[in-house]
Structure formats: structure tokens, C-alpha cells
């Protein structure tokens, strides 16, 4: 529980940095704009379709009772919309890193200097950032899957479909966001996404702290503007803590 909060905390001073660098989180909102607007309308668009969805996934109980009828489909559409939403926004956090790249570089690049900098950091051009960014962010995705897929079937499960499953796919969701957010700082030191896992690995809940208050808040619309900056940098505190912990 320690950690977990110390996660939270981290999201906290992100917070702090930039609200005493409204550049920095203009730098940082930019990229998260476009990608802000097509989440959103992904979204209200899986809003919109989610009872004709229930309905195509549901065939077998067109002859069941309403009542359980109403029930399964309720159950089905809940599962439905939390599942694809955990993969949009893992999704999400993918593309925006990888699109906005240099600024996000630029970023961590400033934070981590007024910290004490990074000792040989890597050079990294923008090209490269966008081809490790989407590739490392399509391998997130994919693996996510392993977790959303079956998570998905539990959700067919009345009740617990409507109460378990949405607490794990939040978590399951904040796990790969924080691996997201901590991409830029390992690659300014030349570590891929193997060791972002294998790092974050020995800090679960730390990870889990920064991820969730990211991943819940970002559900609001056009939130993301702030709370992606804000999460990286957090991302850059968390990133930097736990190398050093490793190291000492």
C-alpha cells in the first residue's frame, strides 16, 4: 500500500512540476489533443452501438425470460464497453506518446535536469522515438489482450461481471499505462520495453499507483490534455526512482 500511494504521490509532484512550467504542459497537452478528440468520439460512438452490440453477441437468449434476458444483455454490454475501453486506452497512451515524441523527450529532458540530469543519455531523433513508440505501444496492446479477453468472458457473469471485472480491467489498464508512461525516461538511457517490464515488475505497486489515478482520470473528456503531461512526468519521477533503487 506504501508504494501505491508513493504512485499517486508521484502523479502528484507531476502535477506540482507543471503547474510551475505552463509550458512544459502546453509542450505536453499538444499531442494529446488529436488523440483526446479521437478517444472521445470512440467512445460515445461504443456508447451509442453498445445495446446493438449486446444484441449481436447475445442471440442465445432471444427466447430466455425478459427478465434474464435484460440481465445477460446488461451484463454482456458492461463487459463489452469495459474491455474495448481498457484497450483504447492503452491504446490511446501508445499513440499519443509515439506521436508526440520530441515533446514528450523534450520534457523528460528538462525534469530530469532540474533533478540532476542523466549521465550519457541517448540522443534520440524524433523518427526513432515514433518507430520504438508504436512498436513498443502495438506489443502492449496485443499483450493486453491476454488479460482484457478473459476478463471480458468473466464479464458475462452476473454480478461479478458488474463488480469484480471492472476493478480488474482497471488495474489491468493502469499496469500497462505506467509502462507507457515510463517509456521515454529508459530509452533516454537505452533500455527497451523488456527492461521497463522486467524493472516495473519489482515495482507492481508503485506502477499501479501512477497508472490508475491516469487511466481514471483521462475518462474524463478532454482531461487527458492535463493528465497525460502530467503523467508522464510522473512517469519520468517513477522512472528515475526505480532505476535507482535497482542500482543501490
Known amino acids: 500500500m506504501r508504494d501505491f500511494l508513493k504512485g499517486i504521490r508521484m502523479f ?94 523534450h520534457i523528460a529532458e528538462k525534469v530530469e535536469d532540474d533533478l540532476g540530469g542523466v549521465p550519457g543519455a541517448v540522443d534520440l531523433s524524433g523518427w526513432r522515438l515514433l518507430v520504438m513508440g508504436l512498436k513498443d505501444g502495438l506489443v502492449l496492446v496485443l499483450r493486453s489482450l491476454m488479460f482484457t479477453i478473459p476478463l471480458l468472458i468473466a464479464g458475462f457473469i452476473p454480478v461479478v461481471g458488474q463488480t469484480v471485472v ?28 523488456k527492461q521497463r517490464r522486467l524493472v516495473l515488475r519489482r515495482h507492481r505497486a508503485l506502477a499501479l499507483g ?21 503523467g508522464f512526468v510522473g512517469g519520468v519521477l517513477v522512472a528515475r526512482d526505480v532505476l535507482a533503487d535497482d542500482m543501490a
Do not use: H, K, N
Not at 445495446?51 to 425478459?66: K, R
Not at 501512477?210 to 502530467?230: K, N, Q, R, T, W
Open 12 to 105: 502528484g509532484r507531476g502535477l506540482g512540476i507543471l503547474a510551475r512550467s505552463p509550458r512544459l504542459l502546453l509542450i505536453g497537452a499538444l499531442p494529446a489533443l488529436l488523440t483526446t478528440v479521437l478517444l472521445i468520439g470512440g467512445i460515445v460512438a461504443l456508447a451509442f452501438w453498445i445495446d446493438d452490440l449486446s444484441l449481436l453477441i447475445t442471440p442465445f437468449a432471444d427466447d430466455w425470460s425478459p427478465g434474464w434476458q435484460t440481465t445477460i444483455r446488461v451484463a454482456v454490454g458492461v463487459a463489452v464497453f469495459g474491455a474495448v475501453l481498457a484497450i483504447a486506452m492503452i491504446g490511446f497512451t501508445a499513440i499519443t506518446l509515439a506521436v508526440g515524441g520530441p515533446f514528450y523527450e
Open 166 to 193: 471492472p476493478v480488474l480491467l482497471a488495474l489491468v489498464t493502469a499496469w500497462f499505462l505506467a509502462l507507457e508512461l515510463i517509456a521515454v525516461p529508459f530509452y533516454r538511457r537505452g533500455m527497451g520495453l
Open 210 to 230: 501512477l497508472g490508475l489515478p491516469v487511466s481514471l482520470l483521462c475518462l474524463i473528456p478532454f482531461a487527458a490534455l492535463i493528465v497525460m503531461p502530467v
